[in-house]
């Protein structure tokens, strides 16, 4: 045979298995398992009894799917008089298929003239209450399928769903499809779980066509032979699309891929359309080392107690979302176990709970039970900042009205005066001792307003607090560098008070209190004033009552310094964060091209395609045999352990979310060291941090010839523990460290070192001693 006679023969072999496969239609007599003689009673129990064993919620078989469809399209032939006559005859239940291959004479039949039937409208009753059959048979549709949701029409599209603030969940819909019958349940139930979240409507495919086919169009190629339906087919429905927020038109909606249930509705609406925080679930352990130890301090920590393990709720994420900036949420799966432990640390009945914990020094808030949308709105925004919030650049005009009028330039409601006290420092135990002296008076203030009492003066104060026009904060001097020179003296300023470094341990912070008033023409400007003495409770208080009402303060700025916005990305997470986001719409973009489009193209054309490839196949294979370039990768090399600005960089984990063990050494004051006992303490000091390789610890060597400003603090800690090499333990917040009293000069001090680590690790309690780590170079 010639070449070419062969390749014509292979095209057509691999068309016609190619069309059979498309069109070939499963023997619902098989799927069902009954003969062709059954009667009512046996047709209704196989199919009782095959609808049971493959439903999806009872067979977790991936194909169970696949398989009920088979079964329902089945009984839906053998059920229907017609349809199995049409099947017996033609091999085919759907006219436009059965019409001209049937084995009969009237395999070909059209219907008489004025019939209402329609082969191209599948005989079926997807067009009108009542269809007229071929044989004169009436088929009635199905009651409708009943929803919560609203109905989108037309007319009312437009208004509702383009440039809407809210983003849109719409189904297609058809009345008398079973799968649109099967899927009303999970459409409502993950519209209970997505209320307020989005907004979900439903267009109706009998009586919006056009709509449908704008929300859901498709590729028509092979429509005819039934692959790839969409929206012009009734089979295909359910069809699910989203219209985000603020679309102008349809060329920004997304289709959604897959089965109609809750877990993938909800997973298509949080995670493809309104890309929500995610929420880490924790358990006892995990949840002090993992969340409330790494977690940034300013933010106020939330915990959700839920009774079951699994992903975050639609609602918890978004409100994760939204309140991203100042609040850090966390899950905690309730185990009865457990349940001592929550009542004692949190107060916790039992779950469902909620608690919020707002910094030391505040006792929680916890609401026990479950909680609606709009009361947790409401709960999380009362208490989204700390009981004293840090003044940072992205959140000070939500810091009360004084910091508004200034930073947002609108003068203080009903013409009042208005101001904030600011707590300027570095951390420190002064500066902490300070704080929670200052939160004391801000909560006993408000306290007092809502119950009454105190003396006048006091409630002069209270009265300010209460009514929003006195609020407190606090700031770190060394990032607001502006504001910190911009209210202190100069001798403060000199001495290099608002610099980054090394705060002494007993340095005393400064307070200012900042006015704004009506009586200031050119807003933004205000007049402040600043605490001279040595700060004391009743100091403070006294100082306030005298300045809160006073107009003649001291000071006047014409306009308020600039804040740091210290959460801000920088230039290079926003490249990355664009990237990413450009990459992952790229790559579903050309998903869905490919599903819509390519796909059913190169189907259509794989006959052809497959011979090419056959012809092209031994050059590929000739090809794959040449020799491949030499890999040039270098091996990856463990970089020095020692501490230094290069380890910063090469050692992220060392910044935050893990302990730092370090190993002083290079001074001569520590002990009269041999070069060999240094070597075998180093070695033994490397054996530690091996074990630890794939836990949160990290181990690195300090040279105090090479960073001196760890000498004194290594000095002192030597002196303290009697050591001649100190090793020196760093809390996560790298504000707390602990002197270990183990020596790496013997062969058990290695073990007993690990064992020092893990003890730690597993939440023993610690003598933590205050103080922050020194400055790296």
């Not at 032939?77 to 091999?91: A, N």
Request: glycine share 6%; aromatic share 8%; hydrophobic share 40%.
């Amino acid at each position: 045979m010639k070449p070419f006679t062969t390749f014509v023969f292979y095209i057509a072999i691999w068309n016609c298995l190619f069309i059979c496969a498309v069109n070939s239609e499963k023997d619902p007599y098989r799927v069902l398992g009954v003969g062709r003689t059954f009667t009512e009673a046996e047709l209704k129990k196989a199919h009782k009894k095959m609808a049971i064993k493959y439903h999806p919620d009872k067979n977790p078989d991936k194909s169970a799917q696949d398989k009920f469809v088979e079964v329902q399209q089945a009984y839906e032939v053998l059920s229907d008089p017609e349809k199995r006559r049409l099947y017996d005859h033609t091999g085919s239940s759907d006219p436009r298929k059965a019409s001209g291959r049937g084995r009969h004479p009237g395999a070909g039949f059209r219907p008489p003239h004025g019939s209402h039937f329609s082969w191209d409208s599948g005989g079926d009753f997807f067009n009108s209450r009542f269809s007229d059959g071929p044989y004169g048979q009436r088929f009635r549709q199905p009651d409708p399928i009943q929803s919560s949701t609203p109905s989108l029409t037309a007319r009312n599209f437009v208004g509702q769903v383009l440039n809407s603030k809210n983003t849109w969940i719409i189904q297609i819909y058809h009345d008398g499809s079973e799968e649109c019958q099967r899927a009303a349940a999970s459409w409502e139930q993950a519209s209970k779980s997505l209320d307020g979240i989005v907004r979900m409507g439903r267009v109706d495919y009998q009586n919006e066509r056009q709509l449908a086919a704008q929300l859901a169009p498709g590729n028509p190629i092979l429509a005819a032979l039934g692959a790839f339906p969409h929206a012009s087919s009734p089979s295909a429905l359910p069809l699910v699309v989203a219209v985000p927020a603020n679309c102008a038109s349809l060329s920004c909606k997304r289709r959604m891929r897959g089965t109609l249930r809750t877990t993938e509705l909800l997973s298509f609406a949080a995670d493809k359309i309104l890309k929500l925080e995610s929420v880490a679930q924790h358990t006892r352990q995990s949840l002090e080392s993992d969340f409330l130890a790494t977690e940034p301090q300013h933010k106020v920590k939330m915990v959700a107690f839920a009774v079951r393990s699994g992903s975050a709720t639609p609602l918890l994420r978004s409100m994760a979302t939204k309140f991203k900036r100042d609040i850090s949420f966390a899950r905690v799966l309730y185990k009865p176990s457990d349940a001592a432990y929550w009542k004692k640390t949190f107060g916790v009945d039992a779950a469902p709970a909620v608690v919020l914990l707002k910094g030391a020094g505040s006792a929680p808030v916890v609401v026990n039970g479950s909680v609606e949308a709009g009361e947790l709105g409401r709960l999380l925004e009362e208490h989204r900042f700390p009981a004293l919030p840090q003044l940072r650049g992205g959140n000070a005009p939500d810091l009360g009205a004084a910091l508004q009028a200034l930073y947002q330039g609108d003068k203080p409601k009903r013409a009042r005066v208005c101001g904030v006290v600011v707590l300027l420092g570095r951390a420190g135990p002064r500066m902490i001792a300070v704080r929670l002296m200052l939160q004391a008076i801000a909560t006993e203030l408000a306290s007092l307003y809502r119950r009454g009492g105190g003396d006048a003066a006091t409630n002069i104060l209270a009265q300010a607090v209460g009514t929003g026009r006195l609020s407190f904060v606090w700031l770190d001097s060394s990032l607001q560098r502006a504001f910190c020179k911009a209210h202190l003296a100069s001798e403060d300023v000199e001495r290099g008070f608002c610099l980054a470094g090394n705060a002494s341990m007993s340095e005393e912070p400064r307070i200012t209190y900042l006015q704004v008033s009506p009586a200031v023409v050119a807003l933004p400007g205000y007049k402040y004033t600043r605490f001279a003495t040595k700060i004391d409770h009743t100091k403070l208080l006294d100082w306030l009552s005298k300045v809160v009402n006073d107009m003649a303060l001291p000071l006047t700025l014409s306009a308020p310094p600039h804040l740091v916005d210290e959460d801000a990305p920088s230039l290079w997470q926003h490249l990355t964060l664009w990237a990413s986001h450009w990459v992952q719409d790229l790559l579903e973009t050309a998903q869905h091209a490919t599903v819509d489009g390519i796909l059913p193209l190169v189907l259509q054309l794989s006959p052809v395609l497959s011979m090419v490839l056959v012809f092209m196949l031994p050059s590929l294979l000739a090809g794959s045999t040449r020799a491949s370039a030499p890999d040039r990768r270098q091996d990856h090399v463990d970089g020095n352990m020692e501490l230094s600005s290069e380890f910063l960089l090469s050692n992220i984990m060392i910044k935050s979310k893990s302990y730092l063990v370090t190993l002083v050494v290079g001074s001569e004051d520590f002990g009269d060291l041999t070069p060999e006992e240094m070597t075998e303490a180093v070695k033994l000091f490397k054996e530690a941090s091996a074990y630890f390789r794939n836990s949160k610890v990290t181990f690195a060597i300090v040279d105090v010839s090479v960073q001196p400003t760890w000498r004194v603090l290594a000095e002192l800690e030597a002196e303290a523990v009697d050591s001649r090499l100190p090793l020196l333990m760093w809390h996560p917040d790298r504000q707390r460290y602990i002197s270990s009293k183990h020596e790496l000069l013997d062969e058990d001090s290695c073990a007993k070192l690990r064992n020092h680590i893990e003890s730690l690790l597993d939440g023993s309690p610690a003598a933590w001693t205050i103080g922050e780590i020194p400055l790296i170079s």
